[in-house]
């Protein structure tokens, strides 16, 4: 089994100490700002405003920090490791797909729900960032940054052809295209 995250910047705990006090901070004088004009023009649409930034600064956390996208390849069998509590080789994983499966998890923080999990039979091509394929039915993005940047899988489920787009490092590439050329 290979598994990689697709996470678009993620910090040591330095840095995200540094980004909760400068966002602590920004919140007060933003805060003391908008006030300040709501008593100076009488109106409370500083106040809507300063809602509206706290707003996006959270869904801008939410979308750079936390949501991210996880791909697992189940490309062979576990293999039985020595454990001298029973003086014999087990095998410590049970996979919960077939070898030769590719699973794409939508992550936040660090809990996963599963997009697609994907047979090695389903599988049609992968294709480089701005490659065409005619005929796809459903495109699923599964990356974090733009689609024109990702890489495509393409495969066949349910009589559909979907075109889902990842972010991949090259070993996975590696091990999807394995897949890809492997026998059944």
Known sequence: MYQESDDKIRGSAVSDTVLVIVLIAAFFLIGALATWLKSYYSTDAPLYIFAAVCALCVYIIYRVRILGYRYTVFYEEPKPEYDPRFDDYITH??????????????????NGTII????????????????????VDEEIVCCSHKKRAAHSLIYKKDGKLIRMYI??????????????????
Do not use: C, H, W
């Open 93 to 110: 994983e049970d996979y919960p797909y077939p070898v030769g499966t590719f699973v794409a998890e939508r992550t936040v923080s660090a």
């Open 116 to 135: 697609d999990a994907i047979d090695k039979s389903q599988l049609v091509a992968m294709l480089a960032p701005g490659e065409a394929y005619s005929g």
């Open 167 to 184: 972010a991949p490092t090259d070993e996975l590439k590696g091990l999807i295209k394995g897949l890809l050329n492997s026998e059944e």
